[in-house]
């Protein structure tokens, strides 16, 4: 580590210090104040919930020359004592010394670049801006104020500065390495990964135990799809900091990709255990168990995830989607509302929020948010398949058939659109919507789809062999769903067989 010698002004490595508690400086036997904490900033890499997080840090400040000999003792004095104030996370009295130290000497860039520091610990980045920009300029050559400078530009997204401040901070000092790490770090975040990781290599070349950057560079490494060379540094990461809860995390996100979902679950656990506000990790955990069907704790780690979070947008989307499965349908409405009040402009908000109407058989409601899912997507395939459906309920057969057609126009190759259209031509209570050839065609492009092992299709397709007057035919596929429907529906099925034999048989109801 090096530390700065206010009253000499030489840079002292730790292996010079007299004493760890009280450190003398050994060129001059002034009293060394510590420095400043490094400081971690969260950062998510992309606006997707489900992609790694990436942290980024900050360089101690450097020595820098002070006013004349009476000011300069007393701007001295506050820094050190605001520096020790700082590495013991004392951010208000630090303040008010390194205010004190601008006050004896308004000359100090030091003073400056320490307050700034601050104000950048505090998240006040148009303040410490300020602050780096004065000390800047007063010292055109102070390397790490250009670092801490391109870190504020990084908090403030603003990725061009922020490269422009860390390669000046290089070509002043090449041997910081949290600048090349700065530099990675605004690099991957406009999606230049491979440079990134160029000077993530030289950060750790610098610093071969910086668990920032091996974070990342495995989230860098994750952007290219080298996954067991993320899954590697997220491990050494976690050697040097077994309770980092963004490298189990990002760990537990590329075991998503590869299909371990075991080992993504366990690293969740850890990553929520070392911090228990991680929304994003309650998110994460949660979307797994709703990929394994297990509704209930899904919902309950997306809640988590919203007590941390309330405007966490793909929370509300997801665990509407888990009452609606669960046949919750009026929690389904409520969370795809909350969604809508977040996102206004969301077409499958609408639209989801309109299926679960349509599960109140409120149709009305239904139409009215998929008309509004099209306004903002005229594109929106699934909008007009649903749609479709609600017309059907209502009897309004003539638009439903609209609304299938424009939905398999805009490309909806889902079975479900298939096999819901050719329900209309089976069933339709008007007779000029009853075409048992058109639902046949349609049925078995439902089933083609879907692999001939969804029931629902098959069903369908038995409903269409019946209405063209080809019993026997329904009947073998009517057989088929009743053996390939789960439980909880192959009484239904059952009715449907029974309903055709007696058919066959001639036998009315």
Known sequence: MQLCCPRCQTTVESDVMVSAE??????????????????????????????PLLTSELFPPSSQAFASAPVRENAVTHITRGTAHAAKGELDRALVEFQAAIECDPRSALAYNNRGYLFMLRKEYDRALADFNITIELDRHFATAFNNRGFVWIAKKDYDQAIMDCDRAIQLDPTIALAHHNRGFALAAQGHCERAISDFNAALLLDPKLPNVLQNRGAAYISIGEFDKAIADFDATLRLQSDNPFAFFNRAFVHVIKGDLGLAAHDLDDAIRCRSDYANAY????????????????IEDFSAALTCNPRF???????????FEKGAVELAVFDFSALIDLEPNSPAAFNNRGLAYAGLNDHDSAIADYDEAIRLDPRYARAFHQRAISNAARHEFEAATVDHIE??????????????????????SD??????????????????????????????????????????EAIQ????????????FRMLCANDLEHYRRQKLGITM
Request: with cysteine; hydrophobic share 40%; net charge negative.
């Open 407 to 428: 939905a398999l126009r805009l490309g909806l190759t889902a079975s479900e659109a298939y096999r819901d259209f050719a329900q209309l031509w089976s069933t339709s």
């Open 431 to 472: 007779s000029r919507f009853r075409d048992g050839g058109l639902a046949i065609e349609l049925a078995r492009e439902a089933c083609e789809l879907s692999g001939w092992e969804d029931w629902t299709c098959l069903r369908t397709l038995a409903a269409a062999y019946a209405e063209f007057g080809q019993v026997d």
């Open 313 to 323: 947008a793909l929370c509300l989307y997801r665990r509407g989607e888990c009452h």
């Open 22 to 51: 009280a450190p003398i400086c050994a060129h001059c036997g002034g009293r060394l104040g510590l420095p400043i904490s490094q400081a971690a900033l969260d950062h998510v890499f992309s606006e997707h919930h489900y992609a």
């Open 283 to 298: 998110y994460l955990r949660g979307d797994l168990n709703r990929l394994q069907n297990d509704y209930d704790r899904a």
């Open 477 to 488: 596929w009517a057989e088929k769903a009743q053996m390939l429907a789960s439980h909880d």
